[in-house]
């Protein structure tokens, strides 16, 4: 809601979410270390906060500096290094086990833990590089002299029934908010299972979750590639029907 409130101040929220960044990292080492549960779940809401406000608001920048109809090719591009990206925190994560030790102990995940969350005041600092785009005002009878002054230029409305354009938002974060809840009930207690049933070891969960990540990567692509001959949104549903 703040992203969209203030299209023009999106770099100074991402700005603001660097403090959030931070404060949560030395909140997460602190209550690491001094095994503090209350203090443990205020630093997850901070986290969530500051990834939530920096990815909404990078997102909106990414999509504003982008010409119409290129954003489907870098939008992907976008997405397969950042699911790529994910996978290489598991993947770091597993060599530092394999040095310390392969054995589910306290202090052995602490170390990790806090490895990782030392990598959070890193990341901040490319947020400070982000600029508003600048917004080219035209003049009143500009988009008249590209027309031709015609109102034949202006496409159909597209719509499906009672629905327009503007419930493709509403469709989509409500699918997207039931997919999560989905995901949050299942995908969370998979490491559980593999753990209690299966026997495995960190090291072994670590390459777990490196592993789907690139596979999802590599999904992008060819959804991507499937989309242009049958449709974005065909293509988005029937990679949601094989779920």
């Not at 997405?79 to 392969?102: F, N």
């Not at 901040?124 to 005002?137: A, G």
């Not at 989905?182 to 490196?210: E, R, S, W, Y």
């Amino acid at each position: 809601l703040l992203v969209d409130r203030q299209p023009d101040k999106r770099a100074r929220l991402l700005w603001f979410s660097t403090i959030l960044g931070i404060v949560a990292a030395v909140m997460a080492v602190v209550a690491v270390l001094s095994d503090v549960l209350l203090l443990l779940y205020l630093t997850l809401i901070l986290l969530g906060a500051f990834s939530e406000l920096a990815n909404s608001a990078t997102e909106a920048l990414f999509a504003d500096s982008i010409p119409a109809g290129q954003r489907s090719g870098l939008f992907t591009t976008k997405s397969v290094l950042m699911t790529v990206g994910s996978a290489c925190g598991p993947a770091l994560s597993a060599a530092g086990l394999w040095v310390i030790g392969d054995v589910w102990k306290p202090h052995q995940m602490k170390a990790v833990i806090i490895t990782g969350t030392l990598f959070i005041p890193i990341s901040c600092i490319t947020l400070f590089f982000f600029r508003d785009p600048l917004v080219h005002c035209c003049p009143s009878g500009a988009g008249e002299a590209v027309n031709g002054g015609s109102a034949q230029a202006t496409p159909p409305l597209r719509k499906f029934g009672p629905l327009l354009p503007r419930h493709v938002p509403i469709i989509i974060s409500v699918s997207d908010l039931v997919t999560a809840i989905g995901a949050g009930m299942t995908v969370k207690f998979f490491n559980l299972f593999f753990i209690q049933d299966q026997h495995f070891t960190p090291i072994q969960i670590c390459l777990l979750q490196a592993g789907y990540p690139l596979v999802i990567a590599a999904c992008m692509r060819v959804t991507q590639g499937l989309s242009k001959p049958i449709g974005r949104a065909q293509a988005s549903l029937l990679f949601f029907s094989l779920n």
